[in-house]
């Protein structure tokens, strides 16, 4: 049987994060992932240039049933610590908007940056390699692998959530949460396209590829920027946030107006231009395309001096705050995150330590733990592999 002080399983973000970090300390590490490539998720993300991190993350940005538990590992381990390890590899990045770190080139410069600093510091990567089996022994664990039998004093799961299978997820790490006496909490798509079945849904197929500024809201939650309409229903940044504090059921109100008094701005366009169409009047805001379904749509078009008060207020109703029920998600086919997971109750925020079995940790995505879009995830899979790397 081989020996060594650190198993980390799964070579994603955190995994490749917690693995060269501990062995910059000097323990021995044994980083196993069943897929045959390490960080795919990296490698796709950001539409191929990789959102890293971003600088504005603080834990007001996460959630999850105990909204405590990401304080400490996301104040030990800042965007700015990644960054400076990014400037160290000379990495070209830009600010695309709202703090959110990209890559100039390709994904691959921070899969490969992970794990050239493995490589530095001698952590044995091996991929095409699954676990089968793993049993408390001692003060330690020991795996059955595709490469034999391996003994470890510290056993760490990065394996991640349900989102996107064809990158190779799973539901591992639940499972050996489950079997060294964890709560798994339920487990849902996140930061996922809504889809669209009802009358609606000609309206979406028609203006597929068309995006819109607009705010969303849900339950107490809302978020400013821009919808995109899909030939199965809604995506798009704000859609995407929205989408993991809504429940099925639920409505989802849109304002395609977001920067001003949607029955001001018509009133005013009334006065100014008596007789000039409403789609007309719309097409200065969105497309031309867009100002003409919405107008033939919900509205009768016709010249603005034609509009009782009490139609204008209903136009202006309809564009500041249209109600959307989806008739689902499209599910963690193409889901960037998995909210739920592993209770964090019972896991050490500081440490990333089970409170059930020592020498476990669970750390990034298979946790109760999700950001919003724009890198936040990427900051959480660092920051607590970080963590775990201090006591590993």
């Not at 980083?31 to 045959?36: R, S, V």
């Not at 109703?317 to 739920?340: C, F, I, M, N």
Request: charged content about 20%; glycine content about 10%.
């Amino acid at each position: 049987m081989r020996t060594t002080d650190v198993v980390v399983i799964g070579a994603g973000a955190a995994g490749l994060m917690c693995a060269m970090t501990a062995a910059a300390r000097g323990r021995q590490v044994l980083l196993l992932d069943h897929a045959n490539k390490a960080g795919k998720k990296i490698l796709m993300s950001g539409g191929g240039r990789c959102n890293f991190t971003n600088m504005w993350a603080e834990p007001e940005n996460y959630f999850s049933q105990n909204p405590q538990f990401c304080h400490s590992a996301l104040a030990r381990y800042s965007p700015w610590d990644f960054i400076a390890l990014v400037d160290k590899h000379a990495i070209p990045y830009h600010e695309k908007k709202l703090g959110q770190l990209f890559c100039d080139h390709k994904s691959r410069d921070i899969r490969d940056m992970l794990l050239k600093e493995c490589d530095e510091v001698g952590v044995d990567v091996r991929l095409n390699t699954a676990v089968r089996k793993i049993e408390k022994q001692g003060d330690g664990y020991a795996l059955r692998t595709d490469i034999g039998e391996v003994a470890c004093a510290s056993l760490v799961i990065a394996t991640g959530g349900l989102s996107i299978p064809t990158l190779g997820a799973t539901g591992f790490g639940y499972e050996v949460a489950k079997q060294f006496g964890h709560e798994v909490l339920p487990t849902r798509a996140g930061l996922v396209p809504f889809i669209i079945t009802d009358a609606l849904k000609d309206l979406c197929n028609e203006l597929s590829g068309t995006s819109v500024d607009s705010v969303v809201r849900c339950n107490g939650h809302s978020f400013h920027e821009n919808i995109l309409f899909t030939h199965r229903g809604l995506s798009g940044p704000s859609i995407l946030q929205i989408s993991s504090f809504w429940q099925l059921g639920d409505a989802v109100e849109i304002n395609l107006l977001p920067d001003r008094d949607a029955l001001e701005w018509l009133e005013g366009q009334r006065a100014a231009r008596p007789d000039a169409e409403l789609k007309t009047v719309l097409s200065e805001i969105f497309t031309k395309k867009t100002a003409g379904l919405l107008s033939d749509r919900w509205f009768v078009s016709k010249p603005m001096k034609q509009y009782t008060a009490a139609e204008l207020r209903d136009v202006a109703d309809k564009l500041s705050a249209w109600q959307v029920v989806p008739a689902g998600t499209e599910g963690y086919r193409t889901a960037e995150v998995t909210l739920g997971g592993v209770d964090t109750r019972e896991i050490s925020s500081k440490t990333m330590e089970s409170r059930r079995s020592p020498g476990l940790y669970f750390i990034g995505e298979v946790l109760d733990v999700t950001g919003h879009l724009g890198g936040f995830n990427f900051q959480w899979a660092w920051a607590s592999g970080y963590a775990a790397a201090q006591v590993v």
